[in-house]
């Protein structure tokens, strides 16, 4: 059963801006948040950051802080994550993550359900 569904990748120029989309169709009361990872091909998955569905400051790699951020709409159970001024570097596929523990950090260990991934290309 699909319960996270990512969207909103696709091809864009170097410089665009971009939000993609997590929509969590299983979210519980008791669900503590949400994170954003992406894999370069060959790569392990990298996280980006997570936001808590109780609110608060959004956690983000330091070095994606001033380009991505994220927020989250509690009534559709979405978590969006905003890119700006994307570069070629970004190009990746996109993965959200529900953690099982209630904390988000980069340990995938501690994400029991994912998406299947939303693929960002960013050209020159």
């Known amino acids: 059963q699909v319960r996270l569904v990512e969207s909103g990748g696709g091809s864009v120029q170097a410089g665009d801006s971009l939000r993609l989309s997590c929509v969590d169709s299983?979210?519980?009361?008791?669900?503590?948040?949400m994170a954003w990872f992406r894999q370069f091909p060959g790569k392990e998955r990298e996280f980006i950051g997570g936001?808590?569905?109780?609110?608060?400051?959004?956690m983000l790699a330091d070095s994606l802080r001033g380009r991505f951020a994220l927020s989250r709409d509690i009534a559709t159970n979405t978590v969006y994550l905003y890119m700006r001024s994307v570069r070629p570097d970004d190009t990746a596929t996109y993965y959200c993550?529900?953690?099982?523990?209630?904390?988000?950090?980069?340990?995938?260990?501690?994400?029991?359900?994912w998406g299947q991934g939303t693929q960002v290309t960013v050209s020159a």
């Open positions: 993550a529900r953690p099982q523990r209630p904390f988000i950090g980069s340990d995938i260990q501690n994400y029991d359900s």
């Open positions: 299983g979210r519980t009361a008791s669900d503590y948040g």
């Open positions: 936001i808590t569905w109780a609110g608060g400051r959004p």
